[in-house]
């Protein structure tokens, strides 16, 4: 049976802290609805009503463009161990960049740096619910991809950049991600 909750309590927080994957749910007012798989050492709660990721460079950048265009985000935790457990946090995002200084430095000390790091999300919570995930399979965790990171390092802090410019400035419904704009 689902449960509700306005905020994150010890119980919520000590099973995200549990969790290896984690994913992330946003769409434009008009457009595609995006729902990415999340993993490493990214997530962190800052406080029961506020959580954050650190994000890293992909294919694309449509949790940005969507949350600048109306900050709708959901992010779901479910279990693969023997407790069977699901819970999506839903509230509103926005999306911290680096030169956003202030910001950054505040909630990027949080995190070790990771190549390939892009932008911080921050979740502001409206409400937490959980429910029994008992059709999700049971799973182990071999080990983290080394790809993403070995990618970056190769490509080098330019090239990263330039895949920004090439890659990242739109959503594939051509909305602005903000990835260059000033503060």
């Known amino acids: 049976?689902?449960?509700f909750y306005s905020e994150l309590n010890e119980s919520l927080r000590q099973f995200i802290e549990e969790q290896k994957i984690f994913f992330t749910a946003t769409a434009p007012s008009a457009g595609r609805i995006n729902?990415?798989?999340?993993g490493m050492d990214t997530f962190r709660c800052i406080d029961n009503q506020t959580v954050a990721y650190l994000d890293l460079t992909g294919s694309g950048n449509e949790s940005a463009s969507h949350l600048h265009e109306n900050g709708r985000m959901t992010i779901m935790f479910c279990s693969f161990s023997d407790k069977?457990?699901?819970l999506r946090l839903y509230g509103k995002g926005r999306v911290i960049m680096p030169r956003h200084l202030?910001?950054?430095?505040?909630?990027?000390?949080?995190f070790e740096p990771i190549p390939g790091?892009?932008?911080i999300i921050v979740l502001d919570i409206d409400s937490a619910q959980t429910s029994c995930g008992y059709g999700v399979p049971l799973y182990e965790l071999k080990q983290e991809r080394p790809t993403l990171k070995e990618w970056a390092m190769?490509?080098?802090d330019e090239g990263i950049l330039e895949y920004w410019r090439t890659?990242?400035?739109k959503s594939i419904d051509g909305l602005p991600t903000k990835l260059f704009e000033e503060a």
Request: aromatic share 10%.
């Open 117 to 119: 790091q892009r932008q």
């Open 1 to 3: 049976m689902a449960k």
């Open 102 to 110: 202030v910001e950054w430095e505040s909630f990027y000390s949080l």
């Open 167 to 169: 890659k990242n400035q």
């Open 154 to 156: 190769k490509k080098g």
């Open 84 to 86: 069977p457990l699901i």
């Open 35 to 38: 729902l990415s798989p999340k």
